[in-house]
């Protein structure tokens, strides 16, 4: 089992920047990768960034060069860096953190953030 716990949304004017904070708890040693995903209201959830155990970042086309994904293992903490948010990043931001266990994948997701950006 895994807890994980957002904060660092808000409410921001277009070009500005907000860093969101994924804490994780609970069985980390097992953690296999951890993502970003958001989701507009109407569509499915879909990956912003998503990085693994060894430190490979993967991001959303619509997000490369102004999000950053990280992970600080000392603090089990992932974060997401976004600059240069546009009205269009609106949506609620989940963190996600995938379990692998007897070869069988099992994923985690955390209660979601709201990110607002104003035009």
């Known amino acids: 089992q895994v807890q994980l716990v957002e904060s660092g949304g808000g409410l921001v004017q277009a070009g500005g920047s907000l860093r969101l904070s994924c804490a994780a708890s609970?069985?980390?040693?097992?953690?296999?990768?951890m993502g970003w995903y958001r989701h507009f209201p109407g569509k499915q959830r879909e990956l912003v960034a998503d990085?693994?155990?060894?430190?490979?970042?993967n991001y959303a086309d619509s997000v490369k060069g102004r999000f950053t994904i990280s992970r600080d293992n000392a603090k089990n903490t992932m974060y997401l860096q976004m600059n240069s948010l546009k009205p269009e990043d609106t949506a609620v931001y989940y963190c996600?953190?995938?379990?692998?266990?007897?070869?069988?994948?099992?994923?985690?997701w955390g209660q979601g953030t709201q990110v607002t950006v104003s035009s």
């Open positions: 996600n953190a995938v379990l692998v266990v007897g070869g069988v994948g099992y994923a985690y």
């Open positions: 990085i693994t155990s060894g430190g490979n970042t």
């Open positions: 609970g069985s980390i040693f097992s953690i296999n990768a």
